[in-house]
């Protein structure tokens, strides 16, 4: 056998030699064609168990495509011819590699990442882990493949980290904020859980131990140590997503600023309609009415009676909060003739009335020039209400440049998230003692390095730690 190898191996590499000068041209252009030492130095360490027979038959295309001068398809099968070595290991033959191939070659658009940089340095990943993460990648199906977060159209996947504590056992799913049970937020201990209702990773294990937490931590002995007894763990994965929200991308910066400054006009438009409501002495006067059951045994809304109020007896078992949802009112309301020792007066008077619409059109006064008018600061000039057009430019001007920045404080506030969420983001980039990633849907998004179809778990205990990898 290992003689029909190293004729195959022989064959290819006649072919390869009569390769002329385009490749130069293919390599200028951008394509990483590995010279022929390259080549002889990745078949030297190929064994007889490699799909030979497709290597060659690739390799041998080469010069009559040249010939003719498609230098496309030459280019084509070159690049096959070399890359099918390194994916030996992988189920399928050398077509399947090429499906697999064109599919992270043509990476989904929303999964593109620009060049990921960290104080003002590229952030460098292990380079033998991002290939052995491209052909991890090709198990989960061509357009499952192709939402593998990674830098442009043709880079290698990112490698996610994330650090795991609150148990040593492996667990079937992540459990966000909004997951938790009451009881699950008393112990604080759950495996998996996060304290977000979305999942933080980072592009390198480092400074990783500073935005996530230990559950022994408490505010007198604070340590960013990893505590092994703990369970405390970092695994390793890819992100598979629709649409990343990264914040190297102006475009990605722009849509989020266009959205919420139309939430923000929405909202103007709203708090001025409700301050006219507000002022508004008929609907101000319509809000202290009394519902009523008339000594005529009618139901009747007055401002005004002389009666009794009693616990209604539908209602005197449900909680403060079941209330408004049951829509039973809690207190009846009865009219008695004047004078009835069980009665008293309930209400307001024409007077009080005046008094409370009087305080109520002040406050909304109040409340509304804080929202839309302006005032003079001796130090600081005109400061506009928050709602004012003025207003709202400045904050947006200042937001951009803080999103830009990966600020996480910005980026994680509720206005940002909300705006992210209705755009149709279903992951996020930020700045936090590293560049780190966050995944709003974590058990569809994150995909474990050494289990991608999750047959097992996905917090596993063996083989996900980073001292089992070896990196280097």
């Known amino acids: 056998m290992s003689e029909v190898f190293n004729k195959a191996v022989k064959k290819g590499l006649t072919s390869l030699g009569e390769i002329p000068s385009p490749f130069e041209v293919a390599r200028k252009s951008g394509l990483n064609i590995p010279t022929m030492k390259d080549i002889e130095d990745i078949l030297s360490i190929v064994g007889p168990q490699a799909d030979i027979k497709a290597m060659v038959e690739e390799s041998s295309r080469v010069v009559p495509a040249l010939k003719k001068g498609n230098i496309l398809e030459a280019i084509s099968s070159f690049g096959l011819a070399t890359l099918a070595p390194l994916m030996i290991g992988i ?7 090429k ?4 599919v992270l070659t043509n990476r989904n658009v929303g999964a593109r990442m620009s060049d990921p940089v960290y104080a003002g340095k590229p952030i460098e990943q292990t380079l033998k882990l991002q290939k052995f993460a491209q052909k991890q990648a090709q198990q989960l199906g061509p357009e499952d493949a192709s939402k593998i977060i990674g830098e442009g159209a043709e880079g290698l996947p990112a490698l996610l980290y994330h650090r795991i504590h609150g148990g040593r056992e492996p667990f079937k799913k992540f459990i966000l904020k909004s997951d938790k049970t009451r009881d699950m937020i008393e112990k604080d201990v759950t495996p998996g859980s996060d304290v977000y209702d979305f999942l933080s990773t980072g592009l390198s294990k480092k400074g990783m131990s500073k ?15 990893v505590q092994p007894e703990t369970g405390e763990r970092v695994i390793i994965g890819m992100g598979k997503v629709d649409k990343l929200f990264d914040h190297n991308n102006p475009k990605h910066i722009d849509d989020v600023i266009k959205f919420i400054r139309k939430d923000k006009q929405k909202s103007a438009v709203k708090w001025h309609k409700k301050y006219l409501d507000d002022i508004n002495p008929k609907k101000i006067r319509k809000k202290y009415l009394h519902k009523i059951k008339t000594l005529d045994g009618k139901i009747k809304n007055k401002h005004r009676f002389y009666g009794k109020i009693e616990v209604n007896p539908a209602a005197k078992d449900l909680e403060p909060w079941e209330i408004d949802e049951s829509n039973i009112p809690y207190f009846i309301n009865t009219e008695l003739p004047k004078g009835h ?7 307001n008077t024409p007077e009080d009335l005046k008094k409370i619409v009087k305080d109520l059109q002040g406050r909304a006064k ?29 904050d947006l ?59 097992s778990a996905i917090g596993f205990s063996t083989g996900g730690g980073l001292s089992d990898l070896g990196e280097k």
Not at 91 to 97: N, Q
Not at 211 to 219: R, V
Not at 341 to 347: A, H, L, R
């Open 99 to 102: 499906k697999g191939s064109e």
């Open 341 to 347: 020792p069980k009665g008293q007066w309930w209400g």
């Open 91 to 97: 189920p399928g033959d050398v077509s399947g590699i």
């Open 397 to 455: 001007v200042q937001l951009r440049k803080e999103l830009s920045t990966g600020n996480w404080i910005k980026t994680e506030d509720r206005m940002v998230q909300h705006a992210l969420k209705q755009l149709g983001y279903d992951a996020f980039t930020t700045i936090e003692s590293g560049m780190n990633v966050m995944l709003f849907n974590p058990n569809e998004q994150f995909i474990p390095l050494f289990d991608p179809l999750k047959k």
């Open 211 to 225: 935005w996530t937490s230990s559950p022994t931590e408490n505010l007198e002995n604070i340590t960013y140590k």
């Open 366 to 394: 109040t409340d509304y020039d804080l929202k839309f008018g302006t005032t003079l600061d001796k130090f600081k000039g005109k400061i506009f209400g928050t709602h004012t057009p003025e207003r709202i430019s400045n």
